[in-house]
């Protein structure tokens, strides 16, 4: 099922009616962000936008919204568009228990057809433009940034593929927001004790599986090459770099290959964030760009991120959901049930879970606390019992209105870590965790009035079945 | 040189401009990297009209705190 490139999948949204072409001339801003924020106001199943027609360009191409919707993360996923979350939830925990699938190299691209080594001007060659009125400049946030361990450069998993925010800051200068909790932390970290420059490179236009891992928190040392292998059920085609020992993505539309400059901190921001909020303005590492090869006529692709929901919140729904399930798993391997760590990247998490005596549900969300992801994310965890879907949330508030008790069911951990981007983070990157248990009591934590759960009529499971075959 | 809407310093420069002639140019200033396109509205381009919350003074850019903090170069790494 694998997409070859980036038109491809552009293609596939186009035949399945989900890719709205914008021929009408635009502004650059704030026409851009104001139709993809307009989009996203508009529900969860919007298509994707193509703007060929923008103010003052010739023959600028972009695409938005590539990801955002869940019939766009299926169709990401080779699935039918209509698919339920919960079911593309399970098939996409059932492809990451295939990891990791070998890579495929090859020798050339599609994207070494036009190459760009002197007087780079990232200004004249991408169309770049601002997404919030806020934002101190225009940004590339759906880029990806692949990086090397330099301790251990022999273990493949351990280079990085990640998306993070870059400020465009001059003619081949960007400004990059390394969250300590992610991996590009640790090779700047190593890089600058050798006092070296770490080399990177940047892939624009991307098919969405690449993205999709990339924007998936995996362990340190696992792959997101190999991790798009498995979710597309096929080795994932790559290409080495010019100028480093690094890995591309075969059907990128465009290539920055450079280097984060040792010691160098400039400021960077505000950037109006995936949180609801601005950032805030700091002094952030600086990437010098050496290399740009791109396709002709590449088309440019951008995400809308702002007040939830956005295109981000369903391209890291449930990818950030199924590693904190598997990790759960991993602990509890006969109780766990499903994981929805969808709203703010997991900043709140709901498990659904079996328990085996009284307590239990608690002690699970503390596991979700000191998993990988849960280390920056995973503020509120709301558990509940197994037979909750933590994706339908009004089953979640019935849990908590009727289960919780909140002398005994409210636990704060305090002084924890968090990304600092949470802007009630205090100092920035600290707070208070807390656990919610919606779990029935059962022995020996005996209280409340719970003997007696409404059941269903006979039959309503054969009667769904048949209801939803005839409405297919 | 152009007053930059933010911190209004006095240094910003075109750095690209429309590839269809005279329809805008994107402006950087090099103090404290806001850049700007000169077809934006006025509450972007205009340093009486950007909004206050956003403005940046020149002076506390060097206090700006670094994000990771610079590390210790290590004898011997390599």
Redesign the interface.
């Known amino acids: 099922m694998a997409y070859k490139d980036f038109r491809d999948f552009l293609h596939t949204l186009e035949k399945e009616g989900q890719l709205l072409t914008i021929s009408d001339e635009v502004?650059?801003?704030?026409d851009l962000a104001a139709a993809n924020r307009a989009l996203n106001n508009m529900g969860d199943k919007t298509p994707a936008l193509f703007f060929n027609n923008i103010?003052?360009?010739?023959?600028a191409r972009i695409a938005m919204n590539v990801m955002g919707s869940w019939p766009n993360h299926a169709l990401m996923m080779g699935m039918p568009k209509n698919t339920p979350l919960k079911e593309q939830f399970f098939e996409f925990a059932r492809r990451y228990e295939q990891f990791p699938v070998p890579v495929k190299r090859e020798e050339t691209a599609p994207f070494h057809e036009v190459e760009i080594t002197e007087d780079i001007?990232l200004?004249?060659i991408l169309p770049?433009?601002?997404l919030n009125?806020?934002d101190?400049?225009?940004y590339l946030d759906k880029a990806i940034l692949v990086s090397r361990d330099l301790d251990d450069p022999d273990t493949y998993g351990k280079q990085n593929v990640g998306l993070y925010r870059m400020?465009?800051?001059?003619?081949n200068r960007l400004?990059i927001?390394?969250?300590?909790q992610h991996d590009i932390?640790i090779h700047?970290?190593?890089a600058?004790?050798?006092?070296e420059n770490l080399k990177v490179a940047i892939a624009l236009g991307c098919e969405p599986v690449i993205t999709t891992a990339a924007s998936t928190p995996l362990l340190y040392d696992q792959s997101e090459y190999e991790m798009a292998g498995a979710i597309q059920g096929e080795p994932y085609r790559v290409v080495k770099a010019k100028d480093a020992d690094l890995d591309l993505p075969w059907g990128a539309e465009v290539i920055l290959e450079g280097e984060v400059l040792a010691?160098e901190?400039?400021?960077?921001g505000?950037f109006g964030e995936f949180t609801g909020h601005?950032s805030g303005?700091?002094?952030?590492?600086v990437i010098q760009i050496n290399r740009i090869y791109h396709r002709k006529q590449p088309i440019f692709e951008h995400l809308y991120i702002g007040m939830p929901w956005t295109e981000t919140d369903y391209m890291i729904g449930v990818n950030t959901s199924v590693p904190l399930f598997q990790q759960l798993k991993d602990a509890f391997p006969n109780e766990i049930v499903a994981v929805n760590a969808m709203y703010t990247h997991g900043l709140v998490a709901i498990i659904s879970t079996k328990t085996r005596y009284g307590g239990f549900a608690k002690a699970v969300g503390m596991r979700a606390l000191t998993t990988p992801h849960g280390l920056g994310y995973c503020k509120l965890v709301i558990v509940v019992d197994e037979d909750v879907d933590p994706f339908n949330l009004p089953q979640v508030m019935w849990a908590l209105s009727t289960k919780l008790h909140p002398k005994h069911d409210a636990v704060i951990v305090p002084g924890l870590s968090i990304l600092?981007l949470d802007p009630g983070s205090d100092p920035a990157g600290m707070t208070h965790k807390m656990i919610l248990d919606a779990t029935t009591p059962i022995a020996p934590d005996i209280r409340g009035h719970y003997s007696q759960p409404l059941d269903s009529p006979l039959g309503v499971a054969e009667w769904e079945k048949k209801l939803s075959q005839m409405l297919r | 040189m152009h007053i930059c809407p933010r911190c209004e310093s006095n240094r910003s420069e075109v750095v690209t401009r429309s590839p269809v002639k005279g329809a805008w140019e994107v402006l950087l200033c090099p103090v404290c990297m806001f850049t700007w396109r000169t077809s934006e509205p006025d509450s972007i381009t205009d340093p009486a009209k950007y909004k206050s919350a956003f403005k940046v003074n020149p002076q506390d850019i060097p206090n700006a705190a670094h994000v990771p903090p610079i590390p210790e170069w290590v004898q011997g790494r390599s």
């Open positions: 502004k650059p801003e704030p103010y003052g360009y010739t023959d001007n200004f004249d770049l433009f601002r009125q806020g101190g400049g225009f400020q465009v800051k001059g003619k400004g927001q390394p969250v300590p932390a700047i970290r190593q600058e004790e050798r006092g010691g901190r400039e400021f960077e505000p601005y303005g700091r002094a952030m590492p600092p």
